[in-house]
Every structure is written in C-alpha cells, then in structure tokens.
C-alpha cells in the first residue's frame, strides 16, 4: 500500500444528512425565527416610512410658503417700487423750488398751478390713490384728487410728529384710522425738506388693506393658510384672510422665534400663532425697498391631511402583509413536515449515485451513512456494511473481500488520530486501481470519508507532465526539461564533474520543408533523433531544442578528444541519407561545443557560447563542427558594438555618400554615377562597407540607412547635368519591407530627379530568397519610370531564367572577370558573352573594377556599354564630383 499526504479540503463538512444528530437545527425553527423578523422589519419599516413621510410632508409645505413669500416679495417690491416713484417726483418738483421757510412753503405751492404740476406728475401711473401735500403744520394745501382741496389736518397724527422731530426720517408707514368711518388705511408720508434740513411739510398717499389683502387672496396656499404684512416693526398692516380687530397690532413680541420674522431678512419656521393659537408652518421675507415683512403660514393640521391619509393606506398594507406571513408561515410548516420523508428519500438516491464512495462515521467510529458507490467499489456486501458497523470491522470485510492489505490496527490508529483534520492520501488496491481518500472532520465529531477512483486522471496528468517536458515529434526531452538538467550539472561541477553541451543543428532543413513537405521533414526529425540517441550514453542527455535544433548534454568528460570523437560520430551517423517519399534525403549539421567549467560556470554562459560556436560552424560552411573559443565571444561583442554604433551613426550624421563616375566607354564622357556609402567612424576612422554593411542587414537597420542614401542622393543628383544618371544599390533585406517602391516614389518627388534618371541596382540575392515577391516590387518601381539593374552577374547563383522573367535595363559585370581580362587564358571570353547575351536582350553593360588602359580597350572592342574603376576615378564625395563630370578623356 502507498499513500500520498494530500492539502486539507477548503472547509470542513457541516452535517448535510439528516441522520447525524445535532448536525443541523431544524429548519423549521429558523423558518419561524425568519417569519418572525420579517413581521419586525414590516412594522419597524412602515413605522420609519410613515414618520419619513410625515417630515417630507412638513418640509414639502414650508418650501410651498417659501416660494409664496418669495413670489410675493418679488411682486410688492415691483409695486411699491413703483408707489414710490410718484411721491419721489412729487417731492423733487416741490423741492426745486428752493423754499426756505414753511409760510414760503405753504403760500407757493397751495396754488392752482402747483396743483395742475403735481397732478400731471401722477398722471402716467396706474395709481391706486391720490398724493396729498400737507404743509408744516400738518394741513392739507395741495392734492393730486381735487382742486381745491377739503380742510384736512393730519398734525395730531404720529407719523406727522415723527417726521417733524426727526429730520433723518424721510419716510414712515402707518395704519390709521378713518376721520369719519372706523375703515383704516396704510399710510405712506415722506417728509419734504428744505435745503437747510428744514421740515416744509410731507407729500402722503394712503392705501386701504382690503387693497393688498385682494393679492394674497390670489396666492392659493389652501386651507388653514394665512398671507399678512407686517411693518418690520411688527405691526399688522393687511392679512388674509381679513381680521379687522388685528390690523394695527403689534406682533413683535413673544418667543425669540417669533421676533426673528421681523429681525431676518428671511425666515423659515415652526411656531405656535400668537392670533389663533395653532401650530403652524411659518415662512417671511423682509421687502427690499420698504420695511414692510411678507408673512404666510399654514397650520400644521391642514399641512399633514394628505399624509394622514397616507399614513392609513401603509399602515393597511402593512397590517395586511403580516397576516399573509403568518398565514404563509403555517402553509409551509404544514408543507414541511411533508416534504421531509421525501428529502430523504431524494438525498438517498443523490448519495448512492455519486461517483464516490461515501461513508459518515460518528464520534464512536460507528458508521452513520454508507453510499452504494462505497460498496460497488470494493465489492463490499451491504448487510456487513450498513449503520451501526464499527470502523474495524469494515475494514475486517475488506480485508476478508480482498481489497484491503495491511495491517488493519495501524490503519485504524492512523485514522482516527487524524480525525480532528482534514488530510487526503492516494492508496494503490490489490488489483492496481489508486483511490484518493479524503477524511473531512464534521462538527459533533466524527468525521466524513469520501473514497474516489483517480487512476484515468493520474494517468492523464502523468501525460500531460510528459508533453510538458518532452517534444511530442521526436519524444526528446524539450527546453524546459534540458534546463533543469543544466542545473543539477552545473551544481555537480563543485564536486569536480565536468561535462559538455553540443548544439547541433540540421543544414537545409528548410529546403526539404519546402520541396518536400511538412511530413517528409518530421521524418527527417525523428530520424535525427534516433541517430543522435544511438550516439550517447544512459547518463547522457539529447533534447530537441525546436525547428531544426538538437542538443546533447554529455556527462563527465572534458577531454578534447573524446568529445572531438563523439562529433565525429555524430557527423558520421547523421550523414546516411533517410528514405522518405522513395527518395533518399542527405543529413548534414552544424555542431557547436561548449565545455564546462572550461567555457562557463552559467546555464546562460554556456548555452550562449554553445551557440556562437555552432555558428561559427555554419559561417566556415557548414557540415562540421567547430569548439567555443574565446574569439568567438569577442567577435560577438565587437559584432554588438557595431550595431550600437551603426545606430549612433544614423542619429549623429556619421555617414557620407562617394559618388563613382560611369564612363561611356563610346565618347568617353561621364553618363552616371554610382552611390556609395561610406562612414567615418569618431575613433576607428574609415570603415570598409563590406564590414558594417552585414551587420546593418541583419539588424534591420538597413532600411532606415538605405532610405537615407536614396533620399541624399536623389537630391543631390537633382543639381548635376540632365544626361548624367544616378545608381543606388538596394540590400535583399529592404525588398522585405515591400514598400520600397513608396520610398523611392517619395525620394524623387521630394529632391525632383526625373525617374528616368535613377536607377536601382540588386543582386541575385533578391530573386533567390522571395522570386515572386521581389519580381512584383521591381515591376512597381519600373512603373515609376527608374531603371533597374543586375549587380554582379555572374558571381552568385546566376540563372538565365532572372533575365527572361523581368527586362533588367542592364548588367554589370563584377570585377572578378575584369581583372584577368587581358591574360592569355583570362575572363574576356565569359565577358564577351555576357556582353553579346545583353545586346541581345537589348540591355547595357557595366564593367566594373577598371584599373588599366589594356582592360579598358579589350571592354571597348567586345562591345560593353560603361566602365567604373580607378583609371577614371575612385569614389569622390560630392564636393569633388563636379570636376569629374566636365572631364571628357579617361585617364590613361
């Protein structure tokens, strides 16, 4: 028997079976403890919202008094504004007269004509009573009513008094009472002055309440609602609606709440009428031109009626909402008791249909539950195995039925040790099966076991740990797996335990993909992997790294020898042609070897210097093997510093272009020059293209360097004479970007050079690695109008089938064959065909490399078009080509 410890379930197990006592309360208890909280949370609920309501409904009423007094602010404010006009004017015509003296003033304006000018003054004003002019002793002399005026004296009055005594007073507003009737009116007097401060006299109107108290009426607050103006010193000037035995009373006294009206600008309150004794809503806001204070209130009965019939429909509702709990409350109840037995019966039948077998134990180790899945499991017999066994003796049937082995006692101690945690353990059965046991303690005590079948999961995850560790294709170790290898040896190397890594990887591998298709390579994989397993040892390790690469981890040897025998053998092994699709197919690799400690005491170290030597391996052709060495680190560190110095270059300016003279080898004039890019380096000084051009292509950087030299030498090319043309060469690599043709596009129409004048030169290069793709960049730039040509024909992987897919314009003939050109047994005959091979196509040549007179006349008799080289001019920069260009004899 084996066991594995398993991780604690996530929460231990509450009693979900009704056998186990005091597992669970009965449901019907929190059934009645929820019906009751709900009730609770009805009545406390409606009583909230019911009290809710009542505050919104106060809140609601005093913000309806709010806008009332507001609206009839606003109004009086407009009014009186008014009223005061006419007085205003009628005193400053009665003022510009400048009286000094009351008798003064009293025989000049108790006249006709006064009478007729103040009586036109009121004329363009809707008034609502007439302008009277009282002289200093308090008599009526002029009127705006009549003419001539009634004997009326006013000096017993007390607003008279006031402004006579006061001479800071200018106005007052009072209620008095009629001479003759008990009807009162509100007066408004202003006092007139002389120019002294002189008391002349005063100009009053009067105005009776029933007047304003016709406006409040219009306000519509509803029942209980009252609207009265007050004189900010508390006294009633009109109400509605109307109480004549009020109008004149002082209500600027009792609690501070109550004399705030009259104190604040404006106010919103609760206050108990100090005139009927009611609570009520009270809302004032104080006149902006007179001191008059606009108050409404409403009694608090008449503002709570709506919710006092609100208040009823919630609390219906309500009490209608708990009889239906508790009548459902019982429904259920009664329903439950029913439903019980067959909860029973369904939790029955989901237990002994679970995948796992089940059983519940006691604190007594005496079995509560068993499921059938249990008993089918180990065969078990259902009338030993049912409540009320004994843990012991379940597992004496077991052992009796032959799938239990071991020392019951121990197992059963074991067990019920354990019984206060929750632990898991995989156990293997006689008959091969592994069964994953979880025990889950449960709150009364005792424990829960569940008992399941995981031999298909074990198995699949075992599976899908291979796959992540081992290459499906060739079932090699992968990656993953190799690094975890290289660590246990790097530790092993302290202990004195070298060991060596061997990158390999397959040459054309690419090829046979391509020609042959994916299922031939796969079979060239595995028979690689097959091969290189056949060369190494048990203790060794082989891994496919992905694509086309291997690696071999050796063990325990460090010995140049026998690792240089163990490539050797590899080589060997690897090159016996595979048979795939009746062809026999060539193996060939490239070996890197790296050694440990000798190469590096890092995975990383010695995987990367594994990986420079297995392409220095390529880069001396392939098929072979080469060790790291530390050259090879510094070729890759001088190989970066290029590149980061390429980049600086192109920031900084660093680059120049040479121009190359073509000379027409006819008249022997310049016809063309050849761009070529050179760069001075800060501190290395001149650097041969055939040095960092390389590194630029391989990086990318290519195509920003190329669109730089098009768009510089387009725009100098711009100013040179019409005839004379301009060649550019452009790298394989920027054909990948398939917008060269935009870039050229915009390099001519930025500097302005004709098409016809460019021409762009490629190597064979361009057509070998993508034929189609780089026939349609070439037929777009021949669209633009620039001219192509073919560099170095006849150097590389020459085929006459580039010359009959696309017209070339021309080609130029490498300086291979020129240099030999004049010997006995020299290149003139290759020349003279590539020459009769272009003017039969109806292209022109370009001999390149020119250096003597001899080559230069043989070029001329067998028909080439130009010729570039020394003998005319080496490369020039652009300030030392216009020279060249007026030069018509070739330099002998």
């Known amino acids: 028997m084996t066991t594995t410890d398993g991780e604690p379930t996530r929460r231990a197990l509450h009693g979900p079976y009704p056998y186990a006592d005091g597992l669970r309360r009965s449901p019907l208890t929190w059934l009645i403890v929820a019906g009751l909280v709900l009730m609770t949370a009805i009545a406390v609920g409606t009583g909230l919202a019911v009290e809710r309501f009542r505050q919104d409904a106060i809140a609601e009423g005093s913000k309806g008094l709010e806008s009332a007094v507001l609206l009839l602010q606003r109004h009086f404010d407009r009014q009186f504004e008014d009223f005061s006009v006419l007085q205003n004017s009628i005193i400053a015509e009665l003022e510009s007269h400048g009286i000094e003296s009351p008798d003064a003033f009293r025989s000049e304006m108790a006249t006709l004509a006064v009478h007729e000018v103040i009586r036109a003054q009121s004329s363009g004003w809707a008034d609502v009573a007439g302008a009277n002019v009282f002289d200093a002793d308090g008599v009526l002399i002029n009127s705006t009513q009549r003419w001539p005026v009634a004997d009326v004296r006013i000096a017993d009055r007390d607003y008279f008094k006031r402004l006579k005594n006061d001479p800071a007073l200018a106005e007052e507003v009072e209620v008095v009472a009629g001479r003759f009737s008990p009807a009162k009116a509100i007066v408004f007097a202003r006092r007139v002055s002389g120019p002294h401060g002189e008391f002349l006299g005063l100009v009053a109107r009067a105005i009776p309440p029933e007047l304003l108290e016709s406006f409040f009426a219009s306000a519509g607050l509803g029942a209980e609602a009252a609207v009265a103006m007050h004189h900010e010193n508390g006294q009633l000037l009109a109400r509605y609606p109307h109480a004549e035995a009020l109008i004149g009373l002082n209500f600027r006294k009792g609690p501070s709440g109550q004399k705030s009206v009259f104190d604040e600008p404006y106010v919103t309150t609760r206050l108990t009428s100090p005139m009927d004794g009611k609570d009520r809503l009270v809302a004032s806001r104080r006149l902006t031109t007179e001191p008059l204070v606009i108050v409404a209130t409403r009694s608090l009965d008449a503002t709570l009626a709506t919710w006092r019939s609100q208040t009823k429909f919630f609390v219906a509702v309500a009490a209608v909402s708990i009889l239906l709990i508790v009548i459902t409350l019982y429904l259920i109840f009664r329903q439950m008791t029913r439903r019980l037995s067959v909860e029973k019966q369904r939790l029955d039948s989901a237990i002994n249909n679970m995948t796992q077998g089940l059983l519940l134990f006691d604190a007594n180790e005496r079995l509560i539950v068993c499921n059938r899945g249990y008993i089918d499991m180990y065969g078990l017999s259902p009338d030993v195995v049912k409540p009320g066994c004994k843990f012991r003796d379940l597992l004496l049937h077991r052992q009796e039925t032959g799938s239990f082995t071991g020392d019951i006692d121990a197992y059963c101690d074991a067990v019920i040790e354990n019984t206060h945690r929750s632990h ?241 080898l006819v008249t022997d004039t310049v016809t063309g020059c050849e761009a070529l890019l050179r760069w001075r380096h800060p501190e290395r000084g001149m650097i041969s293209p055939a040095e960092f051009i390389p590194v630029a292509e391989e990086t990318g950087l290519i195509n920003e360097i190329g669109e730089w030299v098009l768009r510089r030498a387009c725009a100098e090319a711009a100013s040179w004479p019409a005839h004379v043309t301009l060649a550019v060469n452009v790298s394989p690599v920027q054909f990948k970007s398939k917008t060269l043709a935009l870039r050229v596009a915009t390099a001519l129409e930025s500097s302005g050079l004709a098409p016809n004048r460019l021409e762009i030169e490629v190597t064979e290069a361009v057509l070998i690695r993508d034929d189609d793709e780089a026939l349609t960049i070439l037929h777009q730039l021949r669209d633009l109008g620039v001219r192509i040509a073919l560099d170095d024909f006849g150097t590389g992987y020459s085929s006459l089938s580039y010359l009959r897919r696309f017209p070339f314009d021309k080609i130029k003939i490498d300086r291979s064959f020129v240099k030999d050109i004049s010997d006995a047994d020299g290149s003139s005959t290759i020349v003279q065909a590539v020459v009769t091979m272009a003017s039969a196509c109806q292209m022109s040549t370009t001999a390149e490399g020119v250096e003597t007179e001899a080559q230069r006349e043989i070029l001329r008799q067998l028909g080439c078009s130009q010729m570039q080289g020394f003998l005319f001019s080496p490369a020039v920069p652009a300030a030392k080509l216009q020279p060249l260009l007026e030069k018509t004899i070739v330099a002998a």
């Open 424 to 664: 898991c353990s995989i156990v293997e059965t006689s008959d091969g099966r592994l069964v994953e046991i979880r025990n889950v303690p449960v709150a009364s005590g005792g424990w829960l076991a569940t008992h399941e079948d995981v031999t298909e999961r074990i198995k699949a995850e075992e599976r899908i740990a291979h796959l992540a560790h081992y290459d499906a294709l060739t079932d090699l170790p992968n990656r993953v797996l190799m690094r975890g290898h290289l660590q246990r040896r790097v530790a092993e190397l302290a202990d004195g335990k070298p060991f060596s890594i061997f990158y390999i990887d397959v040459d054309e591998f690419k090829t046979v993909n391509d020609t042959l298709g994916h299922e031939a390579g796969d079979e060239l994989l595995r028979q690689v992997a097959a091969r290189l397993r056949s060369c190494v040892g048990a203790h060794d390790l082989v891994a496919r790294l992905g694509g086309d690469e291997f690696a071999i981890i050796k063990a325990g040897t460090r010995e140049r020898d026998a690792l240089t025998a163990l490539a050797d053998e590899i080589m060997l092994k690897l090159q016996a042609p595979v048979a795939c699709k009746g062809q026999e197919l060539p193996i060939d690799a490239s070996i890197g070897i790296a050694i440990a400690p000798d190469h590096g005491a890092s995975i990383e170290d010695l995987l990367k210097n594994a990986d420079l030597a297995m392409y220095a391996a390529k880069s001396d052709g392939r098929r072979t093997y080469r060790f790291f060495t530390p050259e090879l680190d510094a070729r890759l560190r001088t190989r970066r510093q290029m590149e980061l110095d390429l980049r600086e270059a192109l920031a900084r300016g660093h680059f120049d272009i040479h121009y190359q003279p073509l000379v027409d």
